[in-house]
């Protein structure tokens, strides 16, 4: 039998060089202003018990109910792989008891998430996010540090066209006295038993209807913006001011539904303008139930999911990569067994000066090994020959313009730094 060859699945977004460069970079931009500002790592299982996606993030959202790649395990167990982030983090904090020490618990987190979606430009079934988690309290200034991280974070890949979307979702008084008046409104709508359906499960699902002639009869409908408590109401005023403070733009939208059902209170989008459809680059919000509805204390707690595919998109679309940063800084070329020896101690020391360096290996020509080197993208090529063994002033041909530069050893870190 011939043997065929074996494609990845369908829709699994993978990294390989040189495009990877780009990929791990994105990711190490995007998380360290959480670095920053105190989040420490969690590095979670991929897979879970079902019940935690199904009780935490919400039998009404997609995610749950058509998207979770569930299968049973050896032992007859339900496991799921993760569609998200939060419900495994709180999980995690409440097994390891972390919640009974110093508060807010934060960490950051960055892996592969999981979601049997239709794969198109921008949404893929495996998927990367970095994200962060600060559990513990209910402050509003909590609340601007968490999204001005993540906007720190975009800033870093150097995205311009992006917004910040914002709105609160209130305390359960807020969404109680809201979402009488919506089902009222909602049943006096003439609607199909889909959507009938989808509304009694969570009605403000409705908001998230693409549809135009579901978004025409929800243009009228009662917002949970205008029905806050006083508390609720406050609360969001003063996230607006500590944003205005750090001079974070945003807009207002009152009918942003986010796909996951334990948000409360703050609750916010990044939403990029060259993306098409996928535009989401970011989101996350308040869950101040999600820790008790899970087993643990009543605690509050805030975070966000950046998407590190779609940041990539991003960055690729505005032309904001650092490609130079990518390559290596030098590029040696042994000419010859003799020059061998040379070339790679050579290489170890200016590497460990922290410049990065490549050596050509094989029996190549000179011709082949340059091409080599041009394909590497290096900015730097040092040939070595017989005269250069042992010696301490080398000709660097720089690729840039193919101009031969004449460096004494000791200059080195000087050129190759510039
Ligand atoms: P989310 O909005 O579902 O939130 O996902 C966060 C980000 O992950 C999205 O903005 C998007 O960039 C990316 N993303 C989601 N699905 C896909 C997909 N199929 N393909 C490519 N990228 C995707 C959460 O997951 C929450 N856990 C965030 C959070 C943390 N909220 C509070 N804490």
């Given amino acids: 039998m011939k043997n065929e060859k074996i494609q990845a699945p369908k829709g699994v977004r993978e990294y390989l060089p040189p495009e990877s460069q780009a990929f791990e970079w994105v990711r190490a931009q995007l998380i360290s202003p959480a670095k920053r500002a105190g989040y420490q790592l969690m590095e979670l299982p991929v897979f879970e018990d079902t019940n935690l996606f199904s009780r935490g993030v919400g039998e009404s959202t997609d995610v749950v109910s058509k998207e979770m790649y569930t299968f049973e395990d050896r032992g007859g167990r339900s496991i799921t792989l993760r569609p998200e982030g939060t419900a495994g983090v709180m999980r995690a904090v409440i097994e390891g008891n972390l919640d009974r020490g110093q508060l807010p618990v934060k960490v950051w987190y960055s892996g592969q998430f999981f979601r049997a979606e239709r794969p198109q430009a921008g949404r893929y079934r495996q998927f990367y996010q970095v994200g962060i988690e600060a559990i513990g309290i209910d402050d509003p200034a909590l609340d601007a540090e968490v999204i001005a991280i993540a906007d720190q974070g975009f800033r870093n890949l150097g995205l311009k066209n992006y917004r910040l979307e914002i709105t609160s979702l209130g305390d359960s008084d807020s969404r109680t006295a809201h979402k009488k008046d919506l089902m009222k409104f909602i049943e006096a709508l003439d609607l199909d038993e889909a959507t009938r359906a989808r509304a009694e499960l969570n009605p403000l699902r409705l908001f998230d ?208 730094g510039a």
Avoid at 238 to 247: N, R
């Fill in 209 to 416: 209807d693409k549809r135009p002639e579901m978004i025409a009869l929800m243009a009228q409908a009662p917002l949970l913006l205008n029905y806050l408590t006083e508390y609720s109401r406050n609360h969001f005023e003063k996230v607006k001011s500590y944003l205005d403070a750090l001079d974070i733009s945003y807009v207002v939208n009152p009918r942003m539904v986010r796909g996951l059902d334990y948000y409360t209170g703050t609750t916010f989008e990044f939403v990029h303008e060259d993306l098409g459809a996928q535009s989401g680059i970011g989101g996350g919000g308040r869950y101040d139930g999600l820790m008790e509805v899970l087993g643990g204390q009543p605690l509050s707690g805030i975070g966000f999911g950046l998407g590190v595919d779609r940041a990539l998109l991003a960055a690729i679309a505005e032309g904001s990569l650092p490609i130079k940063e990518f390559s290596s800084d030098l590029f040696i070329i042994p000419l010859g067994e003799e020059s061998k020896a040379f070339s790679l101690t050579l290489a170890a020391s200016i590497r460990s000066a922290g410049f990065s360096v490549e050596v050509a290996f094989g029996e190549r020509s000179l011709k082949g090994s340059m091409k080599g080197a041009d394909k590497s993208g290096a900015r730097y090529v040092l040939v070595i020959g017989e005269n250069e063994i042992g010696s301490s002033a080398f000709e660097l041909k720089r690729m840039s313009d193919g101009v031969l530069v004449s460096v004494k050893m000791s200059e080195l870190n000087t050129v190759l």
